[in-house]
Each structure stands twice: as structure tokens, then as C-alpha cells.
């Protein structure tokens, strides 16, 4: 049975990466990362306040002072309705629409309060699987020995698994291990949480995503693979003393944890959408026409797991929409 929760808002939500994503996609191609963030964030942050919740941005686009708004603790909804907690990147993947390169997204994600870790703003190494491979990998193993076991769990052999990796140089222990192991590696510039979704559904030709990015993005991979059935295992990449000593503060005892799906988001109650802005391997981006734009999104439920592709067109000028098309 779907919970008051997820039934009320699931749609509602979609609206507010809506939002974001058509805000930054008018800005593809400008080269201003700044821009399109800003137009995004404020987006989003209108459609949020339609909301009839009371929200707390657990994950979000920095402390109070490094962020102007859906800054980490910011309050959001018009109040009433359920009390959430709220991961939200407005623009996952900024030099993305920047350049006007594949897989950029918007995403939100809320749970009941509590429900999603509190992660700092800090490198985590990650390991994503599908759901056929769920509870059989682990992060502390060497590459070679995961993918052997992700090749076993889908039927395949390791030369048909595609593994994406952020392209860094801090990456190059990790791109070596995996190409003598066989496995094929598609490398990306920036954005890992699309392809952290595209390995665990059927279609993208993405098999796995390995390698050290950011740690809120592994909160929100962590949200939507709730959702799909995959897993995410973390543990947090520090790079200094400084930010063990952040982790710290913010509750994170065991330096060395692994921290899997449920650990990241473990609310019962569990929305996640996600909004194309540029096109990529399983969204299409925001498309502009005359009188209007059109959008494709991704809405999902945990509790039962519902998951709707969301073709929406937007009529802004009817005079000028003319014929809508399938």
C-alpha cells in the first residue's frame, strides 16, 4: 500500500525539478556554471515553498554562508502537511549544461524526518551495482574481484560489463585495475549520479559506477537506488584533517565506516524525481519550442516501489504552441 506520504506528493515533487531543470536549461551552452546554477536553485526553491510541507534541506548546495538559498538546514514548504527531510540538487552536473554535454539533471528526494543522512560536503569513494548484484559486492575488495562477481550476477562475461568512472587523475590505480580485469569503462566529465541510476535499470548499457565523487551526490544515488533496488556502498575519502574532523561534528564516528543504501537514506517513506536538462543516456533534456517547453522526468516511490517516466509539455503561448506532439 503507498503511504499518505509518497500518494500526496510524488507528483508534486516532479513539479519542483521541473522547475529547476527548464530554469537552468535556458542557459546550455553559455559557459557560465554560475548561471544556470543560480536560475536553478531559485526555481527550485519557488516550486518547494508551493509545496504544502515542512520541509528541512538536509543535502543541499552548501552551509548558510556559502549558499544564498537550499542551503543544508534551510526551511522549506508553506508549512502544514507532512514534516520532511529534503536532498535536493538543483543542477547535478553544472559544467554539464555549461557546455551543453550529456546528463545533467535535477533532483529531489524526501523522506520523513530523519530519514536521510546528514553527510558533509566532503569526497566519498563509491561502488554502484544493480539489483542483480546487490549484497554480493564489496567496496573493500579490489575492483577485479567485484566485477567478477557483477559479471556472475548478470549472466555475462567481465568484457561485457561497462563501468563508468569520473575522469580525475586520482582515478588512474582504479582505470588500470578495471581495464586488466576486461571490463569495458565509459569515462565522464562530471554528473555521477545519472549514471549511478542508468546501472540499475535495464537499457543504458551501464553496468556498475566506481571511483571517489562527492559525497551528497552518494546521498542522492542512494535515494533513488532505494527506489530501483540497486546498491550504493560509501565510505568517505578525506583529504585532509580537517574534514575527518567535520565528519565528526556532524555525528560520523568510524572514519573507515561503509556506509550502504539504507545507511545513506533510510526513511520508510521515500520520494525521488529527477529532471532532464541536458540529454543523456536515460533522460531526455528540457525542450524548447515556440510557445512553451517540454520536459522528461523520472518520479519514484520506496514504500511501494512505483516508478513513472513523466513526459510533460508545458504550455506557456497556445497562439504560438500549434500542434502538440506525441
Known sequence: MVSPMERLLALDIVKVTEA???????????????????AAVTA???????????GRIVIGEGEQDEAPMLYIGEEVGRGGGFTVDAAVDPVEGTNLV?????????????????????????????????????????????PERNLEVLAEALGRRVSDITVVILDRPRHADLIAAVRRAGARIK?????????????????????????????????????????????????????????????????????DRIFRTEDLVRGNDLVFAATGITDGDLFRGV???????RTHSLVMTSAVHQIRFVDTIHIQDMSRAGVIRL
Open 20 to 38: 529547476a531543470a527548464i530554469a537552468a536549461a535556458r542557459h546550455m551552452g553559455e559557459g557560465r556554471v554560475e548561471q544556470a546554477d543560480k
Open 44 to 54: 527550485m526553491r519557488a516550486a518547494l515553498d508551493e509545496l504544502t510541507i515542512q
Open 98 to 142: 555549461a557546455k551543453g554535454l550529456p546528463n545533467a539533471i535535477a533532483i529531489v528526494s524526501v523522506t520523513e524526518k530523519g530519514g536521510i543522512l546528514h553527510a558533509p560536503d566532503i569526497y566519498m569513494e563509491k561502488l554502484v551495482v544493480p539489483p542483480q548484484a546487490a549484497g554480493r559486492v564489496d567496496l573493500r575488495w579490489p
Open 187 to 255: 569515462l565522464i566529465s562530471d554528473g555521477d549520479v545519472a549514471p549511478a541510476i542508468s546501472a540499475a535499470v535495464s537499457g543504458p548499457g551501464v553496468h556498475a559506477v566506481m571511483g571517489i565523487g562527492g559525497a551528497p551526490e552518494g546521498v542522492l544515488t542512494a535515494a533513488a537506488l532505494r527506489c530501483l533496488g540497486g546498491e550504493i556502498q560509501g565510505r568517505f575519502w578525506y583529504r585532509n584533517d580537517a574534514e575527518r574532523q567535520r565528519a565528526r561534528e556532524m555525528g560520523i564516528s568510524d572514519p
Open 287 to 293: 525542450r524548447l519550442f515556440g510557445g512553451g517547453v
